[in-house]
């Protein structure tokens, strides 16, 4: 399976890193949203990550312009008709990834995988409305994309092995490292660092510390890079709260009981650094 054509399907913090690290290995990218402003946002956060290499002389001013050659904005998902691989990186939501698979399967070539970025959303239940199983499998990329060297990939029930391979391939590609995992809930990584943020929710609601104490605690006590707050914060309160609501609906079990705090903060629109407030406030 030869993939050179990608298209990415959302715009946010994930399609645009993952846009960008796609045409940085040299693949010819389409990076699709449903309104122009929000391309022009995720090219922005392109722009200004690649200059930040130009300026450290890590790469030249005539590369960076030859990554963005190859990045095409589109609002049009029948651009979906002219690619090899599609990743999927709009909102965690099943209905909305659900329509997008379901238009894309009509629009693209035959040949053509469909990948999703989804956080915690079953593989194979996304699979199923489309006439592709076979050819459906997940990609998760870690936030931010250019930076963390992760990639987990998650085969539905009926992904072909073949397609696995093409993942894995491309991964490598993209000078990423991939850890195949099961199709279950949150997969690996958010089963295990989704619970832990909730958790540290809980001791804020609770009136055990403050945001501050509870980041300091887990990074001068456990050498995290950002505490579970700033964290929860980057990754967007949103998606969060959508993962926990996977993981407590997917297993029906109550230690995954989304914190009321988590819930209120999404309901008042504070979903963290990119909506300028969540645990914290932000420029
Ligand atoms: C929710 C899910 O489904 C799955 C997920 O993604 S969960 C989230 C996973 N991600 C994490 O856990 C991230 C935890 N945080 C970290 O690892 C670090 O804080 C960090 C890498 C984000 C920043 O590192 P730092 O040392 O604190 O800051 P800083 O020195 O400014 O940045 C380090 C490098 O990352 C780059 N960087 C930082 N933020 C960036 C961003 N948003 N986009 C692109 N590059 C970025 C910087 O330019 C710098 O690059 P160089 O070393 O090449 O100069
Ligand atoms: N944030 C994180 O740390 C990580 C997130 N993920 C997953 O990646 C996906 C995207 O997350 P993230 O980038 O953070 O989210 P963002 O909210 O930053 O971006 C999502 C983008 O998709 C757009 N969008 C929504 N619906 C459609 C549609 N039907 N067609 C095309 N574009 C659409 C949104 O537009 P609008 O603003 O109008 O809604 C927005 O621009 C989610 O599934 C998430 O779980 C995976 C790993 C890490």
Redesign the pocket.
């Known amino acids: 399976m030869s993939i050179q054509k990608v298209m990415v399907i959302g715009a946010g913090q994930m399609g645009s890193?993952i846009a960008q690290v796609c045409a940085m290995a040299g693949f010819d990218v389409i990076l699709q949203d449903l309104k122009q402003e929000f391309l022009d946002r995720g090219m922005g956060i392109i722009d200004k990550?690649l200059q930040?290499q130009v300026d450290?002389d890590r790469m030249t001013s005539d590369e960076k312009a030859a990554i963005i050659a190859r990045l095409q904005p589109s609002t049009d998902i029948q651009s979906a008709s002219e690619v090899d691989i599609i990743i999927e990186a709009a909102v965690e939501n099943m209905e909305i990834k659900s329509n997008i698979f379901k238009q894309l399967d009509e629009i693209a070539p035959a040949h053509t995988i469909l990948a999703t970025n989804t956080?915690s959303l079953p593989i194979t239940e996304i699979a199923a409305v489309t006439k592709r199983p076979e050819k459906v499998i997940g990609m998760?990329f870690?936030?931010?994309v250019?930076?963390?060297k992760l990639v987990e990939i998650i085969r539905g029930l009926a992904t072909a092995d073949e397609v696995y391979q093409a993942i894995e391939d491309m991964t490598k590609k993209l000078n990423k490292v991939p850890v195949e995992v099961n199709d279950f809930p949150g997969f690996v990584?958010?089963r295990v660092?989704m619970p832990m943020i909730n958790e540290a929710i809980y001791t804020v609601y609770e009136g055990v510390a403050t945001p501050e104490a509870v980041d300091e605690v887990m990074k001068l006590g456990m050498n995290h890079?950002?505490g579970p707050l700033t964290?929860a914060d980057f990754?967007g309160l949103d998606?969060c709260l959508y993962?926990m609501e996977v993981l407590h609906t997917g297993f029906g079990d109550d230690k995954y009981r989304p914190c009321p705090l988590l819930r209120k903060y999404v309901k008042a629109g504070w979903l963290g650094k990119k909506s300028g407030r969540g645990f914290y406030k932000y420029e």
Request: glycine content about 4%; charged content about 10%.
């Open positions: 890193g990550n930040r450290k956080s998760h870690m936030n931010p250019p930076v963390m990584s958010n660092l890079p950002m964290l990754i998606t993962i």
